[in-house]
């Protein structure tokens, strides 16, 4: 990459934060709402995205690790009044060692089988959120989840309660960034692409799997743990297998193993829907199709255009030095 | 081509001071399950609500504005309901319409109470009006007053000692069972066989052999009306012949189209029933049947009734005052004598709850018949 091209990048980098944060500064509560929601969805697709995407584990369990983010979050904080970041320590530490666990089938398993034991884990999941009525009251869900204060800031107004979403994005972001640099990353993405040589190379493969799993799932109830403020009231019904197809849905059309992908993906798995509302009736419908079509264009996701384009870009460069070069050697004396 | 934009602008402007004149219409939004598992409880709302609207308006309006209302999809989840409430209250609405699961009303219900606006809903678990919010109403009875009248009917009327219960485990089966195992204990009926089913389930023979174990003097069943239908079939296959007894579900017009002969026979209470011997109940039928095709069931006509609470309580204040619309509808009895679109004599209390009269109907030869009207309290 040229140095240009770096500061270029970084420049809209820049561009793209400020607006993050100084746009929604207008926007009615409704509006930061879904932006809220946006941030949050995308820190949980974030997760998935590191499984799947860098990784190679099809999960469908990641929803319902959103559902034990948020639980923990709504007992802790209404039941046992302690603050949001003890529940946030719980629901990292509880969904890590869940993921660790069931990232042990995955060690014997691939692919379409794998989706099916994360889905029944999915669906056990959503069992006990709705009938261990003595934790979780059950059916009727536990209202009145207070939001957090942010050292001494009270986020109960919905534009510091955006803020604070915008805020654990961000940290997540950046950890996950350096994760993805590190060697850890690079382990996974041998993972994905060629277990054996990963595991010849002297990839520890067994531990970096459960550990994709882990990290991934642990997300998943970051995620978590600010769904239930920001919605103030959960039942289990959001965290059925729905939500887990929508998560996996952001990370692939978003573009499954790009940094990126899993922001577009919840982009267009949060806004697109409210953007289509004006055709009333018509909107999931248009949504679908929009999907569909997408995914049929460029099955590799939003962010795959881009990178096909990069890679056409560099393609003809390259070939049109070497044509260059090719000639300067035949003219040559 | 100038003038030509001139000229627009000149009849935008004219026919906008126009209506001005007449009075800005009255912004109402509805915000319901359009979509997903409660598409059909969102759906007869939703066409209940724009029936009365255009009728209303054909006739003149309320105060001589016109009644507006905006639809939004909840998709039948809690967090996407609170989001289009929001959306809804931005927008500073007269009355927020909506939504009718239980779950969606407990997530939305504190914000329209924090705007200061009143909030007509569908949903009937009992809790919803027990938290002193002064800007909730229901348009049906709660599972509070409900199924006390359907215990009584059981003990008195069917002199059962034992009941099976069969429940669907969503917000509204749970929160009705909860409240008929209490009444039942009051009564001294013991519960035979307590038997939870999910949403959606197609096969009810294992729920049935339970059943038939348990050997219980009446069942009363609790379930959405698709499933209502396949559990009547069920039932019948087995040949299990106590008293069937549900609460407005169960002998739901829909519920006696899918079952079928299964369906004779069954009993229940309903609040809302499109054939209550009721002739403004019976002319709102034919209105609907003309305008969508199909037979509401009770949200259609509670969408309908929402609407006709607006108009009534907005008349009785002689001005549109959203701030005070709560205060006024509190206390406020509606009778149909005055006002027809009310269907049938209502009282709204302090906590928003109704009290109006209510039907035993049993299921003969595929029709509803009421067997018993239970008067209004007040």
Partial sequence: MTATGKYLRIALGIAVIAALIIVPMNFNRYGLYILSQWAVMTIAAMGLNLTLGYAGQVSLAQGAFVGIGAYAAAIMTTQGGMPLIAALGVAIVLCFAIGWILGYPALRVQHHYLAFVTLAFSTLAFLVFRNEDWLTKGIYGISNIPRPNVMGFATNRPLPFYYFCLGSLALVSLAMWWLIRSPWGRAFVALRENPVRALSLGIDTRRYTLMAFAIGSALGGVAGTLYAPLTQYIDPVPFNLSLSLDLLMMVIVGGSGFFFGPFLGAMIAVLLPEWLRFTQGYYLMLYAVAVMLLLIYSPTGILGILDRYLAERRTKAASALRAVAKSRLETAP | ?378
């Fill in chain 2, 1 to 378: 081509m100038r003038s030509g934009i001139f000229a627009g602008l000149l009849l935008a402007t004219v026919s906008a001071a126009a209506a001005f004149a007449q009075g800005a219409p009255i912004k109402l939004a509805n915000v319901a399950e359009l979509s997903g598992g409660g598409a059909t409880v969102g759906n007869n709302w939703k066409n209940g609500i724009d029936l009365a609207i255009e009728e209303i308006n054909t006739k003149g309006g309320v105060l001589g504005r016109k009644l507006e209302v905006t639809h939004a999809d909840s998709q039948s989840n809690p967090g996407v309901a609170r989001a289009q409430v929001q959306k809804a209250l931005d927008n500073e609405p007269y009355v927020l319409l909506g939504p009718g699961y239980s779950g969606s009303v407990k997530v939305t219900s504190p914000l329209a109470a924090e705007a200061g606006i009143a909030q007509i809903m569908g949903g009937e678990a009992a809790e919803l009006t027990q938290g002193g919010n002064k800007f909730l109403f229901r348009t049906s009875f709660g599972q509070q007053s409900s199924m006390p009248k359907v215990a009584k009917y059981i003990n008195d009327e069917l002199k059962a000692k034992s009941v099976a219960i069969v429940w669907v485990n969503n917000d509204f089966g749970k929160g009705g069972r909860d409240v008929i195992t209490k009444e039942f204990a009051k009564h001294n009926i013991k519960v035979a066989a307590d038997i939870s089913t999910e949403a959606g389930q197609a096969d009810f023979a294992a729920d049935v052999s339970k059943i038939k174990a348990a050997s219980p003097d009446a069942v009363f069943i609790y379930l959405n009306e698709e499933e209502s239908a396949r559990m009547l079939k069920e039932l019948k296959r087995q040949s299990i012949s106590v008293p069937l007894m549900g609460e407005t579900t169960l002998v739901g017009q829909k519920v006696v189209e899918l079952a079928g002969d299964a369906a004779n026979g069954a009993r229940g209470h309903v609040g809302l029933t499109t054939d209550a011997p009721v002739d403004l109940v019976k002319a709102f039928r034919e209105k609907f049947l003309k305008k969508y095709n199909y037979v509401p069931d009770h949200n259609g006509l509670k969408g309908y009734l929402a609407i006709y609470m607006i108009k009534a309580t907005t008349e009785k204040m002689g001005k549109v005052d959203a701030k005070a619309f709560a205060d006024n509808l509190h206390g406020l009895t509606i009778k149909a004598a005055s006002e027809p679109g009310i269907l049938m004599d209502v009282t709204f209390d302090e906590k928003g709850d109704i009290d109006r009269q209510g039907f035993l109907v049993e299921i003969v030869d595929g029709k509803q018949v009421v067997k018993q009207v239970l008067p209004k309290l007040n």
